[in-house]
């Protein structure tokens, strides 16, 4: 298992599974293709994890991604078929010894439902909140100017009750791009999938992890063709993953998953015809 890197404690907080539809998450490719690696049920949908990374280095508690958090209504639910506990997060962090009040960064890579639902949740008054009292939340500029104002091509994704509470309470740093949060936490922006999303690059003692969001949402998609329909700009994607794939192997990144289903993280190399995965943590069954 992916335990460390550098100083850094690494821990992957499943938090829940849920499906959408594979011909949507694959593009163009065709389902003949695409089946064999991600198999669809009879409506058509794939599985898909919501797998955050926690990381602590004795002073930062840093959580990357919120999943869909505990706000869902059953429709919802149901429609996505979300299988998750009760309180994905507080579960899943008292599992490996800690607690919500715990974290003191809360980075999200855009606010996209599937990504930024856990960030807030409700009180005892039935008022939306921050989920991480004692947080600060990060969010680029661009992608909040996004979400505040999303265009019709990806508006059913951006739910205002995620996250407009993050800025109410005070706790939220709308960031520029390319930023430094804390040493060794860096975010590397790309625009193809939705305007502003930010990777999150974690470093130390000369590893590195890259947490992948929708550039790269599944082991699959390490094969520069295979582009998302829910991406607002393919062409883009492209040449987003093509620059970011080549530093990824030239450097030996660690690539995070917070989608597949099976794969945590892998390493790659440059092969003949696709990146080939040289070292590869699965999730624990």
């Known amino acids: 298992m992916l335990n460390n890197i550098g100083k850094w404690k690494i821990y ?12 949507a998450m694959m593009g163009s490719v065709p389902k003949v293709l695409w089946q064999q690696t991600n198999p669809a049920d009879k409506l058509n949908r794939i599985n898909l994890s919501l797998r955050c990374l926690f990381i602590d280095d004795g002073k930062n ?6 999943g869909m ?24 962090l008292a599992d490996i010894g800690y607690k919500i009040h715990d974290i003191t960064h809360v ?3 855009h606010l996209h439902f599937d990504h930024a639902g856990g960030a807030t949740t409700y009180n005892d008054e039935r008022s939306i909140v ?26 059913a994704s951006y739910l205002i009750d995620n996250y407009i509470s993050l800025k109410d309470h005070g706790c939220l740093n709308i960031i520029p791009e390319n930023t430094e949060i804390i040493s060794g936490v860096s975010t ?7 305007f502003g999303q930010q990777l999150i690059k974690v470093e130390s003692n000369g590893e590195t992890l890259v947490f992948c969001s929708d550039l790269i949402p599944l082991r699959s998609h390490l094969k520069l063709p295979w582009i998302m329909g829910y991406d ?6 492209l040449d987003e993953k093509t620059d970011f794939l080549k530093k990824a192997a030239d ?6 998953f917070y989608h597949d289903p099976e794969t945590v993280a892998v390493r790659i190399k440059e092969g003949k015809k696709h990146y080939d995965v040289v070292e590869e943590v699965m999730r624990d069954s």
Do not use: C
């Open 69 to 92: 958090g505990d706000k869902l209504k059953p429709e919802f639910s149901e429609m996505f078929y979300v299988e998750q506990p009760k309180h994905p997060l507080q579960e899943k």
């Open 188 to 194: 590397l922006v790309v625009h193809g999938h939705t």
């Open 61 to 66: 508690k840093v959580l990357i991604e919120t």
């Open 232 to 237: 607002l700009n393919a062409v883009l994607t």
């Open 107 to 109: 980075i999200l890579t």
């Open 251 to 256: 450097q030996n990144w660690w690539l995070w």
């Open 130 to 155: 921050p989920a991480f009292p004692s947080a600060r939340y990060y969010i680029s500029i661009t992608n909040w100017n996004a979400g505040m104002n999303p265009n019709p091509r990806d508006r």
């Open 12 to 23: 992957a907080l499943e938090t829940g599974e849920f499906r959408l539809d594979g011909g």
